[in-house]
């Protein structure tokens, strides 16, 4: 396990490894001419000494300043690698630039969203989507997982590039709805999931699959509405395949429209009010 921060060099514009090297070169210049002016003797030796001293001390104030702002600029994130598979410093550079980029885009549309952003990235197969070959999920109040396959032929890099930014959009609408109104219900899930996906659709600009439904997808959210709280849908295979997100994606359209509120308007209003939203007569 570590941190993005530790595997590459990440700087600030006009910030570069050659000019801290060139300010180390010099604070070490003057710590020699210190050590020269121990030859002093008297007052002279003080006033010197201490002239020196003040000079030492405000380089170190500098060069400090330098290596906290050189370092990694996902400022809001903080993301860790985890899994069998070893991300190289491209791939790893390359997810935390996406990473903080998306955070900051996400941020003004979401201000509820935690301060500091876990990103937790993880190789493997498990809660794949097999058309993006990722997949992403939250743990409230400030984590999002994004797993990957590692093995797939166009590689990690390419993977993040066309899906990580549209991925965190949804999981970060998923981690601000879920830390007000944690999901409990059926209902309350398939609102979630249709909140994130219009967010990310609309915000975003992606087309997610999940979130396109067909004529008769009253029939869906009918099916929805009679299962208990506690139920699931029978059978999401086939045409059914992400019944609840496209569902909820139906029924978020229509509350927006009938309220003329966004998704992340949204994010914190209650599933009953979304519900009976897009359930009333046009």
Known sequence: ??????THKSLLPGCTVDNLDRSIT???AIGFSVTGSQRLQG???Q???AQVAATHLGLCAV???GIVACRDTTVGVRTQFFGNYAFTTTERRVIARIAGDAVREVRPHLPALSRQIQLRVQSGKDHIIAELGSGGTVLPPDTVVWIVDAERPEGVTKIAESYLRQTLFRELH???RSATLPPRTLMDHVIL???ATAFERDVAGAGPPWGRYSDDVEKWVEELLLLPPDGSPKDEHGD?????HRAGTYLVDQAMKRLNRTAAELVAVPTEEIVQAARLSP
């Not at 396990?1 to 530790?6: H, I």
């Not at 059914?240 to 609840?244: A, L, N, V």
Request: no cysteine; hydrophobic share 40%.
């Open 1 to 6: 396990m570590s941190t993005s921060g530790s």
């Open 26 to 28: 010099f604070y070490e």
């Open 43 to 45: 007052q002279r030796h």
């Open 174 to 176: 998923h981690l601000v």
């Open 63 to 65: 060069l400090l300043l």
């Open 193 to 195: 999931e249709g909140l």
């Open 240 to 244: 059914r395949r992400w019944i609840r």
């Open 47 to 49: 006033r010197v000494a």
